[in-house]
């Protein structure tokens, strides 16, 4: 089946040690998305990826950074992981962006300890 | 701008109740509606979509219909099962961006 696959599914890291997570996509989409969601909120976009052209949004913090080295693969990382960068780390792809449906990753729930 | 609001939970029912729970949103322009469910520890899953005014998503025994006139994409299912206990997010989408309601956490008893 086409999916989006993440990894790991859990993450530990401890404070300041960068980390990168993974997602990987066999739907052959154009757009690919990170999210933050932390408890009890709705998903917050980081940035997003349409091909090879990176669009960040502005409340973002320096401290993530996103690679797309091909079609299928993109790449968070963190660069100096807060306490506060806690949370559950979802991959999306779609088609194209605006009026198209997201599909999702499982996630990725990063602790920092 | 555009945005989404939904009714806060959570909400508690008995099994084989009815389910509704409200969405509105603000946009310009044409957005498509969507409707996601995620189970504790998952991602995210689609649910349902409406692409143009009163259009009806449904899935999995849910429905919503896309209401223009109302701005509104309340979903409904007339028998939740314990299965269905979730949190459920209320989407729309422009054509620069995907904007999520805060979610509603459901809980069904047996």
């Known amino acids: 089946d086409a999916m989006v696959i993440q990894n790991p599914r859990y993450q530990v890291t401890q404070f300041g040690k960068p980390v990168t997570l993974s997602c990987s996509q066999t739907?052959?989409?154009?757009?690919m998305y990170w999210y933050q969601q932390k408890s009890s909120q709705a998903p917050k976009l980081l940035f997003h990826y349409y091909d090879k052209d990176f669009n960040n949004e502005a409340d973002t913090p320096d401290n993530f950074q996103s690679r797309r080295p091909n079609t299928s693969f993109c790449f968070l990382d963190i660069r100096s992981p807060g306490l506060g960068d806690a949370a559950m780390y979802l991959c999306a792809t779609s088609r194209v962006v605006g009026v198209d449906t997201q599909y999702f990753g499982p996630g990725t729930r990063l602790t920092v300890l | 701008g555009d945005s989404v609001t939904q009714m806060e939970g959570p909400v508690t029912l008995s099994e084989e109740a009815f389910l509704t729970i409200n969405c509105t949103y603000t946009?310009?322009?044409?957005?498509?509606l969507f409707w996601y469910v995620q189970y504790p520890g998952e991602g995210l899953q689609l649910l349902l979509k409406a692409t143009k005014a009163d259009d009806k998503g449904s899935n999995k025994g849910f429905e919503a219909t896309y209401r223009k006139e109302t701005t509104s994409f309340h979903l409904e299912k007339g028998s939740v099962q314990v299965s269905d206990s979730a949190v459920y997010f209320c989407?729309?989408?422009?054509?620069?961006?995907?904007?999520f309601g805060s979610g509603t956490k459901l809980n069904v008893k047996p």
């Open positions: 989407a729309l989408s422009t054509l620069h961006k995907f904007y």
């Open positions: 946009a310009t322009g044409y957005p498509s």
């Open positions: 739907l052959n989409h154009n757009v």
